[in-house]
């Protein structure tokens, strides 16, 4: 026997849209937040008042904290922070910076310095060399005595202070220096001339690498060759790493007085 239906209510829909309450209560919260925006952007209730820099050795905080002192002040709240990166960048001496706020009062820089590696010598003038081939400062000719000396010619176009060096100004012999961080022998002079990079080493090795190619391959080489060298070589030719040729030969005569391992 079939049972009876049971007539059954249609259930009520659920009301998606917000009531008129909440809607009140959300368009406070808004106005709330942003009032109390404003306030904190143009009281000192947020003002910076110190920069902490990060990854950075003290001179080139030092120089971070001057490019950033005319934001002493102001606001963390409303902080441009384009602007505080474009003046971080103009520096010479840093690659790459980030910024964080660390409230209520402190600005702190995270920096990518430029590593020097080499000091670029031109006649009388001389100037630190990144390892990205960027002149980073102008310098002593006796400053940084330890580092490799970049000799180019008078006629040069070098540029300035911040300026990166074109390949036949400094620029192919730099970026090889960075490679040669750790070279078991000091490397006194580089000079990239006639397409050829050469490296003048301390033990009176000439080290030909030829032009600026595969040069972690080639310094690879020059350490393991370096190791068995006789006595008296004067010069390791890896320019073809897969054949690397040592000999002797008679020095040349110094006809430019500029080519000098000193100062």
């Known amino acids: 026997m079939a049972l009876p239906r049971v007539a059954t209510k249609p259930r009520p829909r659920a009301r998606l849209a917000p009531s008129r309450r909440s809607v009140v209560i959300g368009l406070g919260l808004l106005a709330a937040a ?3 925006y404003g306030v904190a952007r143009g ?6 008042r110190s920069v902490q820099v990060v990854g950075a ?19 963390l709240v409303g902080l441009d922070g384009g602007a505080v990166l474009r003046r971080i960048d103009a520096l010479p001496t840093v690659v790459s910076a980030g910024y964080d706020r ?5 600005l702190r820089i995270t920096v990518v310095p430029e590593r020097p590696v ?38 040069a176009d070098v540029g300035g202070v911040g300026a990166f060096l074109a390949p036949d100004a400094g620029g192919v012999a730099a970026r090889a220096l960075a490679f040669a961080r750790d070279f078991p022998t000091r490397i006194v002079t580089a000079r990239f001339a006639n397409g050829s990079l050469t490296f003048q080493l301390a033990s009176g090795v000439s080290l030909r690498l030829g ?7 080639k310094l690879a080489v020059a350490r393991r060759a370096l190791r068995v060298l006789p006595a008296g070589t004067t010069y390791l030719d890896v320019s073809l790493p897969g054949r ?9 005569a110094q006809s430019n007085p500029q080519v000098s391992s000193g100062g």
């Not at 032009?211 to 391959?217: E, I, V, Y």
């Open 34 to 36: 942003a009032a109390a």
């Open 43 to 48: 009281t000192s209730l947020f003002a910076i």
């Open 57 to 75: 050795p003290a001179p080139v905080a030092a120089q971070v904290k001057r490019a950033l002192r005319p934001l002493l002040g102001t606001s």
């Open 102 to 106: 660390a409230f209520p009062h402190t």
């Open 118 to 155: 080499a000091v670029l010598r031109q006649g009388g003038e001389a100037w630190l060399v990144s390892a990205r081939g960027r002149l980073v400062a102008r310098v002593g000719r006796a400053d940084d005595a330890s580092m490799a000396r970049i000799w180019v010619s008078r006629s």
């Open 211 to 217: 032009d600026g190619g595969a040069m972690p391959l």
């Open 244 to 252: 690397p040729v040592s000999g002797s030969e008679a020095l040349p």
